[in-house]
């Protein structure tokens, strides 16, 4: 699935999220779908930001078909975790820290978007 956009906000980081990603999305036997997004972030204050994102989605069977149907199933019906890492350049001041960085999401499946809560692991 292409990613088209969208927008990181938190504490450390600001930034839009570029046309051009994608979201591949493996469907597993059982029924659950393992999840892999790769995409690019540019700040706030114009630095690219790579962005690898690997998880699971599960839930059960009549949930899943509702999620794979475009529909949207209440979050505490399934599961949604992926963890997170970043790449950028190690000489910039404000965005260097993202490179020692792993972040584990909570996400949450919308028929036209996907949206993450994001905590990074210290």
Not at 42 to 48: A, E, F, H, V, Y
Request: charged content about 20%; some cysteine; glycine content about 10%.
């Amino acid at each position: 699935m292409p990613i088209t956009g969208g927008r990181v906000d938190g504490p450390r980081l600001s930034a839009d999220v570029l046309p051009g990603g994608a979201d591949w999305q493996i469907l597993q036997t059982g029924g659950w779908v393992r999840v892999e997004a790769r995409y690019t972030a540019r700040t706030d204050d114009g630095s690219l930001v790579s962005i690898t994102s690997r998880g699971v989605r599960h839930g059960p069977p009549e949930v899943m078909t509702a999620l794979l149907a475009g529909q949207c199933p209440a979050p505490s019906t399934y599961r949604f975790r992926t963890a997170i890492t970043f790449e950028t350049a190690e000489d910039s001041p404000e965005h260097a820290w993202l490179n020692h960085v792993v972040a584990v999401s909570s996400a949450l499946r919308r028929p036209d978007a996907v949206l993450l809560d994001v905590y990074a692991i210290c």
